[in-house]
Every structure is written in structure tokens, then in C-alpha cells.
T-cell receptor, first 114, second 117 residues
Framework: AQSVTQLGSHVSVSEGALVLLRCNYS??????LFWYVQYPNQGLQLLLK??????LVKGINGFEAEFKKSETSFHLTKPSAHMSDAAEYFC????????????FGAGTRLAVHP | SAVISQKPSRDICQRGTSLTIQCQVD?????MFWYRQQPGQSLTLIAT?????????ESGFVIDKFPISRPNLTFSTLTVSNMSPEDSSIYLC??????????????FGPGTRLTVL
């Protein structure tokens, strides 16, 4: 069984500040991990993913995330927030074999203020 | 990657009626997924639809309420039957990448925003 916990349903940062969105997962099999972003009134867009290999993964729009197996974490970061980063962010996990059912976290709404 | 379209993009319906949502993909895919996103909440998987077989429903979702069709490898429909205000949600379809860098990724349609009065 798999689950995802996102700490903080709302995060607010100043423009130019570090963005840190937290994600912890539980999985009985080696996980594949994803971060998706949802802008208002739009569908989901993949930011980045971890499957195997390098544990620090880089995605679009300057975001990156690090897979830490010992901490069962996959936190999302961006060194400098931009106003356009304001959106809802979802962490998701799936198993590495066979049936790829995605389990989503509750989401974190990121606000960026001037 | 896959480009996915959904129809309608939004609708307002009366309770007791049914709405069929269409999902079209620009490439052939084996598995298609239907999700529900209730207001202010995360996504919950409703069912998985494979071409040529009956959809597999998640706990809490039943075929009589959410019948799904999958007539070919690029198309699927989800019907929300006998609607009530509690069915007001965004319904999204997704497909799984099958090759190259997109393997194991899921690509999402823009969603159908349903309001039931």
C-alpha cells in the first residue's frame, strides 16, 4: 500500500525567496515519485519525477526535488520564487512495477507575494 | 508526451440527470484513468479503463454510478449518472506514457468542471 503526506496545505513566500514544499511517502515497493502543478482552472502538469538513478532530479521552471529513501521524503524546492509559481502543487507516488496507479497527496497551495 | 482533450470543459446540470464526459488522446494508449477532484481537494482515482475490457473501479466507486466506455485506444467516456450536488467536481482523464522518457508518467487532460444544482 502507498500513501503521500504533504505538510502544509498553504505556503506563502515572498518573490525571490526559497520555495520548499514538503512531501513524505509510504510505499511497500520501490516508489516512483512525481510532483505535479495545477494552475487555476487548468489540468495537471508534470514538474518532475523520480524513478531510478540520480536522487536529485531537476524539472521545469527551475524546480528540483531530492529523493531521500532514509527519510521517505521527496521535497520540492526552487531557489527563487516568481509570481507565476503561484499554484497548487501535488506530490504523487506509484509503484515501480506493473499497474501504475497514482496516489496523490492532499496538495499544497503556494502563494507568492511581492 | 500525449495531448489530451476533454469535452465538455464545464457544465451545469440538474440533479437526477446524467452527463457523459469524453476524453480524446492524440496517440494510442493502453491504459486510461479517470479521476475526480472535489472542490478544494486532491485527486481521487475513480477507475482504470483498458481497451477491450471492463473498467476497474476503485473502492467507493461503482459502475452503475460511473459507467465507463473504452471503444478504442484513443478514446474513453465517463458518465456521471443520477447526479446529486455531491457530484460537483472536476473530472480528469489521464493516460500513461508508454515509451522513452515519458514511460511511467501520467498526462492529464484539462478537466471537466461539473456543477450539479
Amino acid at each position: 500500500a502507498q500513501s503521500v503526506t504533504q505538510l502544509g496545505s498553504h505556503v506563502s513566500v515572498s518573490e525571490g525567496a526559497l520555495v520548499l514544499l514538503r512531501c513524505n511517502y509510504s510505499s511497500s515497493v520501490p516508489p516512483y515519485l512525481f510532483w505535479y502543478v495545477q494552475y487555476p482552472n487548468q489540468g495537471l502538469q508534470l514538474l518532475l519525477k523520480y524513478t531510478t538513478g540520480a536522487t536529485l532530479v531537476k524539472g521545469i521552471n527551475g524546480f528540483e526535488a531530492e529523493f531521500k529513501k532514509s527519510e521517505t521524503s521527496f521535497h520540492l524546492t526552487k531557489p527563487s520564487a516568481h509570481m507565476s509559481d503561484a499554484a497548487e502543487y501535488f506530490c504523487a507516488v506509484t509503484g515501480s512495477g506493473g499497474y501504475n496507479k497514482l496516489i496523490f497527496g492532499a496538495g499544497t497551495r503556494l502563494a507568492v507575494h511581492p | 508526451s500525449a495531448v489530451i482533450s476533454q469535452k465538455p470543459s464545464r457544465d451545469i446540470c440538474q440533479r437526477g440527470t446524467s452527463l457523459t464526459i469524453q476524453c480524446q488522446v492524440d496517440s494510442q494508449v493502453t491504459m486510461m484513468f479517470w479521476y475526480r477532484q472535489q472542490p478544494g481537494q486532491s485527486l481521487t482515482l475513480i477507475a482504470t479503463a483498458n481497451q477491450g475490457s471492463e473498467a476497474t473501479y476503485e473502492s467507493g466507486f461503482v459502475i452503475d454510478k460511473f459507467p465507463i466506455s473504452r471503444p478504442n485506444l484513443t478514446f474513453s467516456t465517463l458518465t456521471v449518472s443520477n447526479m446529486s450536488p455531491e457530484d460537483s467536481s472536476i473530472y480528469l482523464c489521464s493516460v500513461e506514457g508508454t515509451s522513452g522518457l515519458s514511460y511511467n508518467e501520467q498526462f492529464f487532460g484539462p478537466g471537466t468542471r461539473l456543477t450539479v444544482l
